[in-house]
């Protein structure tokens, strides 16, 4: 093997596996965003304290959520993740790997 072979093979090796790993991290992030979705939703329809929030609950969230220190959870994006989860419910079989989710998911 010559150097440019071997500079071009670690090239196309690393271009590879970033995009699959581009990719991995793209679903884990729709699987995520449509946890939230579920989780919004299950409150909104189950939750003991519902009628304390009543339309402020996604506002009051998205606050609570910024105050941790969590990034992605805003207003609009928690309205898009409870959509998401209205939407596409067959997502549910890729969320129910992840044990918090069978709370909700049964």
């Known amino acids: 093997m010559r150097y440019n072979q071997l500079v071009k093979a ?3 090796a690393s271009q590879q596996l ?3 790993a581009a990719a991995v991290v793209n679903q884990s992030l729709v699987m995520r965003n449509w946890l939230v979705g579920a989780y ?3 409150f909104e329809q189950n939750g003991e304290d519902r009628a304390r929030y009543g339309d402020k609950l996604v506002a009051s969230l998205a606050n609570d959520l ?3 220190g969590l990034q992605g959870f805003s207003l609009s994006n928690l309205k898009s993740y409870r959509q998401l989860y209205k ?3 067959q997502i549910s079989r890729q969320c129910l ?3 918090a989710s069978s709370r909700f998911l049964k």
């Open 10 to 12: 670690i090239d196309s």
């Open 18 to 20: 970033l995009g699959r």
């Open 40 to 42: 919004i939703v299950e």
């Open 66 to 68: 910024h105050k941790r």
């Open 87 to 89: 939407t596409y419910p």
């Open 97 to 99: 790997a992840f044990p």
